[in-house]
């Protein structure tokens, strides 16, 4: 009889395994020992630690390949049982196939099979099918494991930006805050409750600061629960999600939180912050309109003969251009023009003060509102445990209702302490507020371009456009622009002085009462 001919192959699934060597030697052994015996010669060995789930294995691939180049090599591919050969038993039928038509019989030393009896097959069926039975047990085992324990508020997986993995008291793994890390977070929470901040500008402030984090790992950051000593419980079949307390230490308020969360939501409204400016030459950019299509203006520069120039221009066909420093120019000259409106500003100082002690009633209308309307969704969470205990409601339906209304319940907690909090420094924000008012050239002409842009942001949210040396705005929405319209409504003008502010030259004659839109004139 002629000596058989084997390629031998083992296979473990952890890298862990791989590094011990105790399973892949111990297949080895029982291997060659099986060709000794059985006088079968060996004529390729391979081994490998990936998973059985697929045949997309490194080594069992070069198998293939060696088989297809050097047909009739081998008659058998010998391994210790079914289950270092595949663990998929769909897969593994159509490689049994694909290895007999290159005259190879696949075969397992301790669970041997003689194929041309064919009630074999059901041994075979029985041996690959219980390694897969194995697998998506030992699957669904882990995955309840994980949600039970998430459930019971540990957050599994690794640290989120912010935390570190730590051990508790009873030496049970936990996640703790970074000392290095949270004060970052802490920030980025702050800077974006502020309404002040578009999420990817915000991302590169930090960024510049030192927080590493990528456009998908910061937009998660924002919205991960992990912060306020949370755990989000993601939903599973006909389970819903949820969020859980957690049991390791909060980094931010809640109230803080969920203020981000109303700006990112567009609850809260943002300041409309301009695209990043990296030039100085051009800090208007971003901050502009076309006067003739109405599109956001951006800003270059061109070469010339002796130095750069920069435009601010339209990406349009309308072909809006005009030189940059002088712009920027006229822009300095309509802040120092605002500045020098002192006795309008003493007058709007007298009328915010008794402004604030109306919004004090008003706050206080509020809060009662918002505290009615918590007790109601308290009242509707009640009801539903009430029916639920009663049994006249389902127990998966009552979590989707508590999962439904536990976040809302959290959001208008946070509103009623934001609204509970006096205001003992009413005085101090007015005082700063004409302060900057009466210094917004000298401001503005020394900032930096972060700072410059910030000025910017917050006091032209409508932005600007500069039309024939005169600078106004698209609407009447900035108060600004209208207090500074040469005094009206706080008297006559001055015999002699001259209009800084006037109409748009585009509007249509009214019909009725109709809001105008003031602009700024260059000054002469």
């Not at 510049?208 to 998660?220: A, D, E, N």
């Not at 400016?277 to 502009?288: S, Y």
């Not at 209308?365 to 969704?377: A, T």
């Not at 020394?446 to 698209?474: C, H, M, N, W």
Request: charged letters at 30%; hydrophobic letters at 35%; a positive charge.
């Amino acid at each position: 009889m002629q000596q058989r001919r084997a390629i031998l192959y083992i296979r473990v699934s952890t890298d862990e395994q791989a590094e011990k060597g105790h399973s892949l030697a111990h297949q080895e052994e029982m291997l060659r020992k099986y060709c000794a015996i059985n006088n079968v010669e060996v004529v390729g060995f391979y081994k490998e630690d990936y998973s059985a789930k697929t045949f997309d294995r490194p080594e069992f691939n070069n198998i293939i390949a060696t088989l297809k180049k050097n047909k009739g090599m081998a008659d058998l591919l010998l391994f210790l049982k079914w289950d270092r050969f595949s663990r998929n038993a769909p897969e593994a039928y159509t490689m049994i196939s694909q290895l007999h038509k290159l005259g190879i019989e696949p075969q397992a030393i301790e669970q041997p099979l003689n194929m041309e009896i064919p009630e074999q097959k059901f041994l075979l069926a029985l041996y690959l099918t219980a390694p897969e039975v194995e697998n998506d047990r030992r699957a669904l085992n882990i995955i309840a494991g994980i949600r039970k324990a998430m459930k019971d508020g540990r957050y599994m997986g690794s640290a989120p930006y912010g935390y570190k993995h730590s051990r508790t008291e009873t030496n049970k793994p936990c996640i703790a805050p970074n000392v290095k890390e949270q004060d970052f977070v802490q920030m980025a929470f702050e800077m974006m409750a502020s309404g002040n901040y578009h999420i990817e500008e915000l991302r590169h402030i930090l960024n510049k600061k030192g927080m590493p984090l990528g456009r998908t790992r910061f937009w998660c950051l924002l919205r991960n629960p992990v912060y306020i000593g949370k755990v989000a419980v993601p939903a599973y079949k006909q389970e819903p999600g949820m969020v859980v307390k957690g049991t390791h230490e909060a980094i931010i308020s809640d109230a803080l939180y969920y203020e981000a969360q109303d700006v990112l939501e567009g609850r809260k409204r943002n300041l409309p912050i301009s695209p990043f400016c990296q030039k100085e030459e051009l800090p208007l950019r971003g901050f502009l309109t076309c006067a003739k299509c109405g599109k956001t203006l951006t800003g270059s520069a061109s070469k010339g003969r002796r130095a750069r120039y920069y435009y601010y221009h339209c990406k349009n066909e309308c072909n809006e251009r005009f030189r940059a420093n002088e712009a920027n120019e006229r822009f300095e000259q309509m802040l120092e023009y605002i500045s020098s409106l002192d006795k309008i500003y003493r007058s709007c100082e007298l009328i915010l003060a008794g402004q604030y002690k109306k919004n004090g009633q008003d706050k206080s209308n509020e809060l009662m509102q918002v505290k009615r309307e918590l007790d109601l969704y308290k009242t509707r969470l009640d009801n539903g445990r009430t029916l639920m205990l009663d049994k006249d409601l389902d127990p998966a339906e009552y979590r989707k209702i508590k999962t439904e209304l536990e976040p809302v319940i959290e959001r208008l907690a946070s509103k009623i302490s934001r609204l509970g909090k006096n205001d003992n420094n009413e005085k101090e924000i007015i005082d700063f507020g004409f302060y900057f008012l009466r210094n917004m050239s000298k401001l503005f002409t020394s900032a930096s371009l972060d700072v410059k842009r910030y000025i910017l942001g917050s006091t032209f949210p409508e932005k600007l456009i500069y039309e024939d040396g005169i600078y106004r705005t698209a609407s009447d929405d900035n108060v600004l622009i209208l207090i500074a319209n040469n005094g009206k409504g706080f008297g006559e003008k001055k015999k002699g002085r001259r209009d800084l502010f006037r109409l748009p030259s585009r509007r249509v004659d009214p019909t009725g009462i109709e809001p105008v839109t003031p602009s700024l004139q260059s000054m002469r």
